[in-house]
């Protein structure tokens, strides 16, 4: 009897395990919840990163800073994944004239509506938004530069000498560093690494107090197969620099880069630096003239006259996937300029500006390549004050090192001066 009844009792535990499993009780495996999301609306396989290890419960978090809540992928609202195709259908092949036109002010709202944080900056729409990008401090041009423009924005790196000075002449522009670190592999746990990375350089960001925004990496390229990782990457780096008093610009794309399916899973990132008031940075550079590639569709989407796949690349992610949704944060283009390394191109060879003098002159851009590179950062720069979330943009560049000098803009800073001043 006492057999009858254990086996009975076998059986029906069996039936009790089975049935779990076909009705889908059992534990799924763990996955991040946007992730997952992407996986069942159809996208390829990612590279999933290990499961976040929160903080030690030993480490002190100032309350002030909101950083109690460590999750790698939980943003506070669910954006949008499918990207949103506008119904009109403008003309595929732009027109444009290298002198810019006075913009009325934009009527989209500004960043700071879209964030919890209160920005301590307004841009004025009128005003350009062109700026320097500097490597050294080498030239009298420089400071020249932002006494008389007043610029939105510079970008230094990795000397900051000029840091009291430009604060001292020019108060309300806004700094962003960047120290050089060739070590950018997608490895190990992001959270973990993130925090690294930031520890390797709080020496630095104490000793140079005046910089507003650090960049992280520079131009990274993750793709599909690592985009969540970077993510969880920049979420993290945002609140550690948090708790130390410091501020994140993150993303630091490179040219013609992500697609906007592999943008998609970096909008958990926009997210969290805006609750920290952080910003976005990316690069811009065409070749042989600015304009090269604007118009151009991205992979399935139609054409619009006044987007690019190289030049004005970001409007892509602010009104397919960032604006829907209210997530605009300020973007500050920290690279810009004529780049000869892009591919597919016609023109000359060359890498800098100034390889391309003869050819932008031929194009109708001035009559002279000093006149038509100032012509072409003219018109991008006629075309970012229509964006209100655009802070500005800073030119590649001046005090160049090694192989950067095909780069050198100081010969035509003095012709950069006089425009932006005028504006």
């Known amino acids: 009897m006492q057999r009858t009844i254990l086996v009975t009792i076998l059986q029906v535990a069996c039936v009790s395990f089975l049935f779990l499993l076909l009705t889908g009780c059992a534990s799924p495996s763990v996955l991040p919840t946007r992730a997952a999301a992407i996986m069942l609306a159809g996208a390829p396989d990612l590279n999933v ?20 809540d460590n999750s790698p992928l939980g943003p506070s609202r669910t954006p949008t994944i499918t990207p949103i195709i506008p119904t009109r259908t403008p003309t595929p092949t732009p027109t444009y004239t290298p002198s810019p036109t006075k913009t009325p002010s934009p009527t989209r709202p500004p960043a700071a509506q879209s ?5 301590p900056f307004v841009i004025d729409p009128h005003k350009s938004k062109l700026s320097i990008h500097v490597i050294r401090p080498n030239d009298a041009n420089i400071m020249q530069f932002v006494q008389q423009t007043q610029p939105n924005v510079i970008k230094l790196v990795d000397d900051f000498g000029l840091l009291n000075d430009i604060k001292r002449v020019s108060p309300r522009t806004i700094i962003v560093g960047r120290l050089d670190n060739p070590d950018q592999q997608y490895a190990g746990n992001p959270e973990e690494e993130a925090r690294k990375y930031v520890q390797s350089q709080l020496n630095q960001y104490r000793a140079n107090p005046a910089v507003d925004y650090w960049e992280g990496w520079n131009e990274p390229d993750p793709g599909m197969e690592n985009m969540g990782w970077y993510t969880r990457f920049e979420q993290e780096r945002v ?16 040219t013609g880069v992500p697609e ?32 090269q590639g604007y ?14 796949s190289l030049t004005l690349r970001y409007r892509w992610y602010y009104r397919e996937l960032l604006e829907p949704v209210g997530l605009v944060i300020p ?17 000359p060879s060359g890498y800098g500006w100034a390889d391309f003098q003869q050819y932008a002159v031929q194009q109708g851009w001035g009559n002279d390549g000093i006149e038509a590179f100032v012509n072409q950062m003219a018109w991008y720069d006629a075309e970012v004050r229509k964006d209100s979330y655009v802070v500005g943009f800073t030119i590649f560049t001046a005090g160049p090192i090694g192989h ?13 001066t006089n425009y932006a001043r005028s504006h």
């Open 404 to 416: 950067w000098r095909n780069y050198d803009i100081a010969p035509v800073l003095p012709h950069l």
């Open 331 to 347: 973007l500050i283009i920290t690279e810009a300029g004529i780049d000869g390394i892009i591919g597919d191109r016609p023109g």
């Open 295 to 308: 118009g151009s569709a991205l992979p399935g989407y139609p054409f619009y006259a006044d987007r690019g």
């Open 239 to 254: 609140r550690e620099m948090a708790r130390h008093g410091f501020q994140a610009a993150i993303g630091g794309f490179a």
């Open 49 to 68: 990163p290990p499961t976040f290890t929160p903080l030690p419960p030993t480490t002190t978090i100032d309350p002030r800073l909101n950083s109690n």
């Open 115 to 119: 964030s919890p944080y209160r920005y």
């Open 260 to 291: 906007i399916a592999e943008f998609a899973l970096f909008v958990p990132a926009i997210e969290t630096a805006l609750r920290y008031g952080g910003v976005l940075t990316l690069h811009e550079y065409s070749a042989p003239v600015i304009t």
